[in-house]
């Protein structure tokens, strides 16, 4: 029997995880160089569009389809095979398409997380081939193992909406290939447009709320939990990252502002239906110190990250992930696990373990298959085409009549 109340919120859900993508692609474009915006933005939405061919062909059916304890599911629901208008998604009170959609827009934006790393430097025809060989040999699987009723899940590992699933595996990801591809040429380009960065964030934190809440499955108290826990996480680390950056800089820049907002969502995503409203205000905080450090330890090293994926996702999605072992509790979702704070040792080192061993894998994968990449089709740009910008030299467009 379809609940039209649920059905009508998750549809909701799924055009605010939408939203996400192209929030994504004007944060980006306004943090890159004014040569490159395009490219870096094109790289988001063509995500839109070739993950949801992907996603219709293979991917919901090896993230959803049978397989129980293991790695993939099967192939029996290829091309959304045997799925009709009617059919309900178990118990939840809304059709399976809609489930399908939903999960789709988390398939979507993940891949496009990680463009951010390698800004300015990789070919357009390079991308084509890690978009859709990177969701199905790293995505598809943890789906799967962790919401798909495989592997991890089994073990009675927990990812409310992303912390290991999308964050852990796009910022691990996206430091692999920042390790392959080098540094730019021109490492002292400064942010294009920070007001288009803004309405990115702007989109971003509201297409959250639907990203985190909508991972319930349901229209419930959880539900309004993690809406508001979201809120809180982001609002907290905004401040904090403000702060630090004020005190160590001596003035409080926007972009910082904003930066840690990204960081506390991404932090309270694994968690944001299973902890307090006072854990995930914590959660906010100290994602933003986290995020922080990495993002100086990176320039430190001189690791270019151009646009912070690895320290703000990555970093973010494993110390949510981790503070999810510690404060997660069944007093606010039975549903759930009782952190180590609470006495659960074990579930606290499962968390631990399967974020830790997720960012491995996602780290060493995509580098090997950088690689291999590199033997089809050259992954860098030339110096040529990088100091012209990718606008120009891979997409024969500019996003101004006139660069300066």
């Given at each position: 029997m379809i609940n039209t109340g649920s059905t009508g919120f998750m549809l909701l859900a799924t055009s605010l995880v939408m939203l996400m993508t192209p929030g994504l692609a004007f944060f980006y474009g306004g943090l890159a160089c004014k040569r490159n915006i395009l490219g870096i933005m094109m790289q988001s939405f063509v995500s839109l569009g070739l993950t949801t061919i992907l996603w219709f062909f293979v991917g919901y059916s090896l993230c959803f389809s049978g397989g129980e304890g293991a790695i993939l599911g099967n192939l029996d629901k290829m091309f959304l095979n045997g799925i009709a208008p009617t059919d309900m998604f178990g118990d939840a009170g809304f059709p399976e398409l809609v489930f399908v959609a939903y999960q789709m827009m988390f398939a979507i934006i993940t891949p496009a997380l990680i463009t951010g790393a390698f800004a300015n430097r990789i070919t357009f025809k390079a991308y084509i081939i890690f978009l859709v060989v990177w969701q199905l040999f790293v995505y598809y699987p943890f789906v799967h193992m962790v919401w798909g009723g495989g592997l991890l899940a089994e073990m009675g590992v927990i990812d409310f909406a992303g912390g290991i699933v999308v964050h852990a595996t796009a910022g691990f990801a996206a430091l692999a290939s920042v390790f392959y591809v080098g540094s730019r040429k021109y490492k002292d380009s400064k942010p294009n447009n920070i007001p288009l960065m803004a309405v990115g964030t702007a989109l971003l934190w509201f297409g959250w709320y639907g990203f985190n809440a909508g991972s319930e499955l349901n229209v419930d108290g959880i539900t309004a939990l993690a809406f508001l826990n979201s809120d809180i996480a982001a609002s907290f680390a905004a401040i904090t990252w403000m702060i630090i950056e004020w005190l160590r800089e001596t003035k409080p820049k926007f972009v910082g502002l904003m930066t840690g907002a990204v960081a506390g969502l991404a932090t309270i995503t694994p968690a944001a239906g299973l902890v307090s409203m006072h854990v995930a205000a914590l959660m906010g905080i100290l994602g933003a110190i986290a995020c922080y450090f990495a993002v100086h330890i990176k320039n430190r090293m001189q690791w270019d990250d151009a646009l912070d994926v690895w320290g703000v996702h990555g970093i973010g999605g494993v110390t949510g992930t981790i503070l999810l072992g510690i404060f997660a509790s069944t007093a606010i979702n039975p549903v759930g696990a009782d952190g180590l704070f609470y006495?659960?040792?074990?579930?606290?080192?499962?968390?631990?373990?399967?974020?830790?061993?997720?960012?491995?894998?996602?780290?060493?994968?995509?580098?090997?298959?950088?690689?291999?990449?590199?033997?089809?089709?050259?992954?860098?740009?030339?110096?040529?085409?990088?100091?012209?910008?990718?606008?120009?030299?891979?997409?024969?467009?500019?996003a101004y009549d006139a660069i300066h």
């Open positions: 006495g659960g040792t074990a579930f606290f080192i499962k968390e631990l373990s399967v974020v830790l061993g997720a960012s491995i894998y996602a780290f060493i994968f995509t580098y090997i298959m950088l690689m291999l990449i590199n033997v089809i089709t050259p992954v860098k740009v030339s110096d040529e085409e990088e100091l012209a910008g990718l606008d120009i030299s891979m997409h024969g467009e500019c």
